[in-house]
């Protein structure tokens, strides 16, 4: 199914995201860097602890957010390493129905509890 663009507005700043859909959602950011996009966008057909891998990646901030889309938290995500002790899958502490995946950094532009507009 591939990717769309799509926009996420938080604290008056518009991100510019692909919106990943259908079995794309498996590859996410393996193999691109923060060059290629400037966000990636997962929506999930319902609400779960949907977590997120790291092989191939580049580092990142993740942001979680419920079915009113708004954030439940944000995580400092760092790609795999060779050693498999390091290998950590991030998800949230409670269902997410929506996984923001952004440049490390990019995270702290979103708190706990606000609200973020999504345009798909």
């Given at each position: 199914?591939?990717?769309?663009?799509?926009?996420?507005?938080?604290?008056?700043?518009?991100?510019?995201?692909?919106?990943?859909?259908?079995?794309?959602?498996?590859?996410?950011?393996?193999?691109?860097?923060?060059?290629?996009?400037?966000?990636?966008?997962?929506?999930?057909?319902?609400?779960?602890?949907?977590?997120?891998?790291?092989?191939?990646?580049?580092?990142?901030?993740?942001?979680?957010?419920?079915?009113?889309?708004?954030?439940?938290?944000?995580?400092?995500?760092?790609?795999?390493?060779?050693?498999?002790?390091?290998?950590?899958?991030?998800?949230?502490?409670?269902?997410?129905?929506?996984?923001?995946?952004?440049?490390?950094?990019h995270g702290?532009?979103?708190?706990?509890?606000a609200r973020?507009?999504?345009?798909?």
């Amino acid at each position: 199914m591939g990717y769309r663009k799509g926009t996420v507005v938080v604290g008056g700043r518009t991100l510019q995201v692909s919106v990943a859909l259908g079995i794309s959602k498996m590859r996410g950011m393996m193999f691109r860097t923060w060059a290629d996009v400037h966000g990636m966008l997962f929506p999930f057909p319902y609400a779960g602890k949907w977590g997120v891998e790291m092989p191939f990646c580049p580092n990142m901030d993740v942001v979680f957010l419920d079915s009113e889309k708004r954030v439940i938290e944000v995580q400092s995500a760092r790609p795999w390493g060779r050693d498999p002790r390091t290998w950590k899958i991030y998800r949230p502490a409670v269902p997410c129905k929506y996984v923001l995946e952004l440049p490390s950094g990019h995270g702290a532009w979103f708190r706990k509890g606000a609200r973020v507009v999504l345009n798909l």
